[in-house]
C-alpha cells in the first residue's frame, strides 16, 4: 500500500482524485482508463464506470465533473512509489544494494538515489 507521504509526492490531480473517490476507486479508474479523456455523466445511472467504481464515488464525480470529460492520469508514478516503498523496506532491513537493484530490475545508482530521496523524508 501506498503511504500518505507518497500520495503527497504524487501529481496534484490524482491526489484531488484520491480524496474525492478514495485510493482503491481511485486507482482502479487509473488503472483501467489510465491515459484517457473520460466523459463522466450527470446521471451516475448511464455511466459504464460503474462496473469499476462503486456507485457512492461515481456519483461524487457526477457532481463534480457531470456532462464534462476528465483526462485521468495513468498509474506510473504510483506504481514507482510503492516500488520505491519496497525498495526503502528492503534497505531497512538490510538487504545490499546489489541484492536490492537485481529483485526490482533497477541499477545499483538507482537504488542508491532511492535511497537518497526517501531517507531524506524519513
Do not use: W
Amino acid at each position: 500500500m501506498i503511504s500518505d507521504l507518497e500520495i503527497k509526492m504524487l501529481p496534484h490531480q490524482t491526489q484531488y482524485l484520491f480524496k474525492l473517490i478514495g485510493f482503491l476507486d481511485g486507482y482502479t479508474l487509473l488503472k483501467e482508463f489510465g491515459g484517457q479523456d473520460i466523459y463522466i455523466p450527470q446521471n451516475p445511472n448511464r455511466s459504464k464506470l460503474i462496473k469499476f467504481i462503486s456507485s457512492q464515488s461515481l456519483t461524487q464525480l457526477s457532481n463534480i465533473y457531470g456532462g464534462t470529460y476528465i483526462s485521468v492520469p495513468t498509474t506510473k508514478k504510483i506504481d514507482t512509489c510503492a516500488r520505491n516503498n519496497l525498495v526503502i523496506n528492503d534497505l531497512k532491513n538490510g538487504y545490499s544494494r546489489a541484492i536490492i537493484a537485481k529483485k526490482f530490475n533497477l541499477s545499483v545508482r538507482q537504488v542508491t538515489n532511492i535511497k537518497r530521496k526517501y531517507f531524506s523524508y524519513i
